[in-house]
T-cell receptor, first 119, second 111 residues
Framework: DTGVSQDPRHKITKRGQNVTFRCDPI?????LYWYRQTLGQGPEFLTY????????KSRLLSDRFSAERPKGSFSTLEIQRTEQGDSAMYLC?????????????????FGPGTRLTVL | RKEVEQDPGPFNVPEGATVAFNCTYS??????FFWYRQDCRKEPKLLMS???SGNEDGRFTAQLNRASQYISLLIRDSKLSDSATYLC????????????FGQGTELSVKP
């Protein structure tokens, strides 16, 4: 039984470069969430998918950010033209809204995160 | 005003102490409430859900007061391994399930 995985775990980039992160949710989970966490703060919601549909986006998600979940399984989060203020931990979580799962319904399970540093 | 507010701490306590964390939330439409634990540079992990009737899991007791929009977590007989940041979490109040996190309360348990 594997948990949520994220890749890469660490990314260092120069300002202005594009970066892409990947999240693989728990296999039977239909919802996938992206959050961002900066030092000393709790995670902040960015966006979420139910299957392949992106159902909500935070105002934090500027035009430089885009997320996809093309087949309703893994998801990618791309940041274009990175800025130093984008430096943060990007966390992915998944949950199951139906029945029949061995894990608690609607509980969000987090991946280990991708730590982004923009120089 | 933040949607979920916690005392950031840090709380420095000796082993065996009882420690209480408090949290308030602003969205009266929130339906689900949680405490997550986060170790340094790790992902948040669910500690326990919080119900109106209050719930207990071993040394941990969580309480919810909807009228006051207040959530608490009590840790009894604290262990060194309890040292972590405790995040108060509520759902966004709609069907989407997004979570709103407090900034976290840091706990350090000393021998």
């Amino acid at each position: 039984d594997t948990g949520v995985s994220q890749d890469p775990r660490h990314k260092i980039t120069k300002r202005g470069q594009n970066v892409t992160f990947r999240c693989d949710p728990i296999s039977e989970h239909n919802r996938l969430y992206w959050y961002r966490q900066t030092l000393g703060q709790g995670p902040e919601f960015l966006t979420y998918f139910q299957n392949e549909a992106q159902l909500e986006k935070s105002r934090l998600l500027s035009d430089r950010f885009s997320a996809e979940r093309p087949k309703g399984s893994f998801s990618t989060l791309e940041i274009q033209r990175t800025e130093q203020g984008d430096s943060a931990m990007y966390l992915c979580a998944s949950s199951w809204t139906g029945t029949g799962s061995g894990r608690a319904k609607d509980t969000q399970y987090f991946g280990p995160g991708t730590r982004l540093t923009v120089l | 005003r933040k949607e979920v507010e916690q005392d950031p701490g840090p709380f420095n306590v000796p082993e065996g102490a009882t420690v209480a964390f408090n949290c308030t939330y602003s969205n009266s439409a929130s339906q689900s409430f949680f405490w997550y634990r986060q170790d340094c540079r790790k992902e948040p992990k669910l500690l326990m859900s919080v119900y109106s009737s209050g719930n207990e899991d071993g040394r941990f007791t969580a309480q919810l007061n909807r009228a006051s929009q207040y959530i608490s977590l009590l840790i009894r007989d604290s262990k060194l391994s309890d040292s972590a940041t405790y995040l108060c979490v509520v759902n966004g109040g709609n069907q989407g399930g997004k979570l709103i996190f407090g900034q976290g309360t840091e706990l350090s348990v000393k021998p």
